[in-house]
């Protein structure tokens, strides 16, 4: 008697991937993404890429019915490029994957049974490992408090520890390079605030969410290879500019109305004191 085969996993997941001068992992991302169970489409939005990243793109597009491509001229920043992923598709949940992630064949079908398993809605992250092995600290992060980064500098440090006798560790945010929702959570939240240029859109989404009634947490038992900033390497001043404005606009969003003028001008000068020094570090 021939054993049977374990049936193979729904296909409900879309897959927005966001490039900009990405040519150096794209590859390898979407074949991974290809090669996953569960993707039901793919959606690669690039953001005025000008090395190899469309021709690459276009060459998996030519061989694989799901992947959809979406080109924009110029580059409108990455929380506009997420949207426009996600309305393009229909699939039930929305994986956000940064070009230089490499998921696993299973990764988004263990996420989606983290998923099933919690009761309502939910954003989940996964773990997230360097080419050296080490864990990436933006995985696991609280929200945070501005007016304590100004007293003490161990307050920015957002990073929280991996509880390994938890396989669903519930926190206040995960990255942005790997997150994966139900589209009605989606929908309801009204998708990634545009105002955001780059970098804390994925904080302020963790916490609409959370806001809404969603879990988010971080699955502990999945891991995803993150090649990180290989597009941030390239415009080192762009990138620290809208950190820093991003920065202040999650401040003013979240915190600044519970806090004196005082207090509000103090975290201005605090930020954007430290943006030359940031550029100074990159470069």
């Given at each position: ?33 290809r090669e996953a169970d569960g993707v039901a489409q793919i959606r690669i939005v690039d953001n005025g890429s000008i090395d190899e990243t469309l021709a690459i793109v276009q060459r998996h597009a030519s061989l694989d019915p799901r992947v959809h491509f979406i080109g924009n001229p110029d580059n409108p920043g990455f929380a506009v490029a997420c949207n426009q992923g996600a309305r393009d598709a229909d699939a039930p949940w929305i994986a956000f994957v940064n070009p230089d992630c490499l998921v696993e064949v ?178």
């Amino acid at each position: 008697m021939i054993a049977s085969s374990p049936p193979t996993p729904a296909a409900d997941v879309v897959a927005v991937v966001v490039t900009h001068q990405s040519a150096s992992t794209i590859d390898a991302c979407l074949r991974r993404l290809r090669e996953a169970d569960g993707v039901a489409q793919i959606r690669i939005v690039d953001n005025g890429s000008i090395d190899e990243t469309l021709a690459i793109v276009q060459r998996h597009a030519s061989l694989d019915p799901r992947v959809h491509f979406i080109g924009n001229p110029d580059n409108p920043g990455f929380a506009v490029a997420c949207n426009q992923g996600a309305r393009d598709a229909d699939a039930p949940w929305i994986a956000f994957v940064n070009p230089d992630c490499l998921v696993e064949v299973d990764t988004l079908t263990r996420l989606r049974a983290h998923a099933d398993a919690l009761a309502g809605e939910c954003l989940l992250g996964s773990e997230l490992l360097g080419e050296d092995g080490v864990a990436d600290a933006a995985a696991r992060r609280r929200d945070p408090d501005f007016v304590a980064m100004l007293r003490t500098a161990s307050a920015r440090d957002l990073s929280l520890p991996r509880d390994a006798a938890q396989p669903l560790q519930r926190v206040d945010a995960v990255s942005g390079a790997l997150m994966l929702l139900p589209r009605t959570l989606f929908d309801r939240i009204d998708g990634f605030d545009t105002g955001y240029r780059l970098h804390a859109e994925d904080l302020d989404l963790c916490r609409r969410a959370r806001e809404a009634g969603a879990k988010v947490a971080v699955a502990n038992d999945v891991a995803v290879l993150h090649v990180r900033g290989v597009s941030s390497r390239v415009r080192p001043l762009f990138v620290e500019w809208h950190k820093h404005r991003g920065l202040w606009r999650y401040f003013r969003r979240f915190e600044a109305p519970q806090r004196t003028l005082a207090q509000r001008v103090g975290v201005w000068l605090a930020i954007w004191l430290r943006f030359p020094l940031a550029v100074l570090r990159r470069l």
